[in-house]
């Protein structure tokens, strides 16, 4: 089941971020076999700019809660599938105008971020992306 944190806003509903919801409900579907959590937890999508260049306020990412994924294997083996099912998506070859796979997106881990006194600043999650250059217009 794929559930958003409250506050998770779309304020445009982009090609990329279709792509990106199309496929990981499409793995969510097949969770057993990748030892997926019983709920995806979507923790970000739309948020204004920050200090440091983000896809976020271009509608062209989203971020995915990983501290409830059952081991680091499982955390690995999830975002390699990602990240190629979304470069293996139809759309994509289609905006992109060649069959696949095509280079659009990138998944990274980003781990937990602490301030100097030991306070968590960012918790650990997925980072899914379009890649820096690559533009997903219709």
């Known amino acids: 089941m794929i559930r958003c944190k409250p506050g998770v806003k779309i304020q445009i509903y982009s090609p990329a971020i279709h792509i990106m919801l ?10 057993t076999r990748l030892r997926l959590p019983k709920s995806l937890w979507i923790t970000s999508i739309w948020r204004p700019a920050r200090t440091k260049p983000s896809r976020h306020p ?11 994924f ?8 999830f975002r ?6 979304l470069n ?9 105008g060649r069959p696949g796979p095509n280079p659009a997106f990138r998944v990274l881990f980003e781990p ?10 960012k918790m650990e999650h997925f980072h899914a992306q379009v890649k820096k250059g690559v533009t997903l217009d219709t």
Do not use: C
Request: no cysteine.
């Open 22 to 31: 199309h496929e990981l409900m499409m793995l969510d579907h097949n969770f």
């Open 58 to 68: 271009t509608h062209e990412a989203i971020d995915i809660r990983s501290w409830n």
């Open 70 to 77: 059952s081991s680091r294997a499982a955390k690995r083996r």
């Open 80 to 85: 390699q599938v990602y990240e190629e099912v």
């Open 88 to 96: 293996n998506n139809p759309t994509v070859s289609l905006l992109y």
């Open 112 to 121: 937990t971020v602490w301030d100097f006194r030991g306070r968590v600043i």
